[in-house]
C-alpha cells in the first residue's frame, strides 16, 4: 500500500533565520550553565573569578542576540524602543568595558518587522566597529546612536568621537551595512577625520509605514492642539 504525503511548504528565510536564533540561544544556554557549575566545583579563587567572569561575558551575549530577534513580520514594530534596547544591550556587553559612553535617541517611528530587524543589524555592526577600531586618544570615548524620521524617510546616524583606521572604511563590516541598506532601498554615507567618525544611513518608509508615520503624526497634532487650548482657557480663566 503506497501512501501519499503532501509536502510542505518551503520554509521561507524567517522561519530559517528563526530557528537558527533558536538553537544560538540553546547553545548559548547550555554554555552558560556547564561553565558555571565548573565555577561552582572549583576550588581555586582565581579559577572561579576567571570563569565567573566568562559567564558573565556570555550573559552579554546572550542579551544582545536576544535584542537582536526579528521582530514579528506580520506587524509593525516599535523601532525606537527595538533601537533602545538594542543599544542598552550592545553597552553592557561592549561598550562598558572599554568605558565607550554611548548616547541613543529616537523618533517615534514604526517599521515593519524584518525591516527593523535590519537596521537593528546595521546599528550593532557600526557599534561593534566603533568598540574595534575607534581610536580615542585623550579624549573621553564617546558614540551617539540618533533615528530621525524626515518626512518618508528614515535617516539613522551611528557617531563617534575617535579616530578610525582604514578598517572601518574598507572593511567586511562596512561591505554588509551597505548590502542591509540597498535591502532597505537606501544607502550609507560615510565620514571620517581626527575629530570623529559618523556613519549615516538613509531608506525610505513602505506604504504601511508611511500610513503610521501619518497616523502618529496626526496624534502629536492633536496633542499639541489640545495642549495650547488647555493653556489659552487657563489664561482667559485667569
Known sequence: ???????????DGSLLL????HRVNNELTSTI?????????SDDVAVKAALLDVVDLLHGYADVHKALRMPDPGHLTDAARYLQHLCFSITKYRLD???????CSADDLRLE?????KLGLIVSELLTNVARHARFNDRHPEAKVKLLL?????????SDNGSASDLIVRGRGLTIVGELASSLGGRVHTSCSAEGSSVLLTFPLTDSEQ???GATRDRQRDLCGNSKGSAQDAIQAH
Open 1 to 11: 500500500m503506497t501512501k501519499h504525503i503532501a509536502p510542505l511548504p518551503d520554509p
Open 18 to 21: 528563526r530557528e537558527l536564533n
Open 33 to 41: 550553565c556547564t561553565i558555571s557549575a565548573k565555577a561552582v566545583e
Open 97 to 103: 568595558r572599554l568605558s565607550i559612553r554611548l548616547l
Open 113 to 117: 518587522g524584518e525591516r527593523c530587524w
Open 150 to 158: 524626515a518626512g518618508n524617510v528614515v535617516r539613522c546616524a551611528v
Open 211 to 213: 500610513r503610521a508615520a
